[in-house]
């Protein structure tokens, strides 16, 4: 059993649709990675969280560190957004990320 | 922020050739880098942690004879693919964190590895 699970896998939306993608590991953690990847491959680091809420532009992620559980939203989705989105998680004293399989999110305009 | 640049961006290869992939970071020193391959549709995989001045430490089932791994500097992790075959085409992709024992990691824009 994967340490991280994400889902959902696949997910097409609407341009304009509020997108959630969820996150859940089974591992104590410091911190909770989530990172975008675009089809040419390269990624980028979103979110680093470790409590709470974070919000970036029209990108929120939430964590809820009891139930082991984190949320990446995205709000008034746009084609641009179509890209993997992929939860990462160092599990406690270490700096070695634990991915999960990623999101394939796709925006239709 | 931070930054991480990996040369080349893109590599063909002949079967039975070596190939270096380098990854600076260009704004701050990291004393371990990360290593990644990344096959279609499927999520990273880490290789082996570089360590600055030191052996790197590979993942089960990584062969270190194969996949050279050097550390030169506090800026520079270079990962050689020896004697690479048609299986070893993949994405490769760097990381490194900021600081000692920091969990804000910094990642390479990647490496597409084709081997012909």
């Known amino acids: 059993k994967n340490e991280v699970e994400q889902s959902p896998q696949n997910l097409t939306a609407q341009e304009g649709e509020f997108i959630t993608i969820n996150c859940s590991y089974s591992v104590g953690i410091s911190a909770l990675h989530w990172l975008q990847q675009h089809p040419g491959g390269g990624i980028v680091s979103l979110f680093m969280l470790s409590s709470g809420k974070k919000k970036h532009g029209r990108l929120i992620a939430t964590i809820n560190i009891q139930e082991k559980h984190s949320s990446l939203h995205i709000t008034a989705s746009h084609p641009r957004d179509s890209a993997v989105y992929i939860c990462?998680?160092?599990?406690?004293?270490?700096?070695?990320?634990?991915f999960g399989t990623g999101t394939r999110l796709t925006i239709i305009p | 922020g931070a930054v991480v640049s990996q040369h080349p961006s893109r590599v063909i290869c002949k079967s039975g050739t070596s190939v270096k992939i380098e990854c600076r970071s260009l704004?701050?020193?990291?004393?371990?880098m990360f290593w990644y391959r990344q096959f279609p549709k499927q999520s990273l995989m880490l290789m082996a942690t570089s360590n600055e001045g030191s052996k790197a430490t590979y993942e089960q089932g990584v062969e270190k004879d194969k996949f050279l791994i050097n550390h030169a500097s506090l800026t520079l992790s270079t990962l050689t693919v020896t004697s690479a075959h048609p299986e070893d085409s993949s994405f490769y992709i760097c990381?490194?964190?900021?600081?000692?024992?920091?969990?804000?990691?910094?990642f390479g824009p990647g490496t597409r590895l084709t081997v012909t």
């Open positions: 704004d701050f020193q990291a004393t371990t």
């Open positions: 990381s490194a964190p900021q600081g000692i024992g920091s969990y804000e990691q910094y």
């Open positions: 990462a998680v160092p599990p406690f004293g270490n700096e070695k990320l634990t």
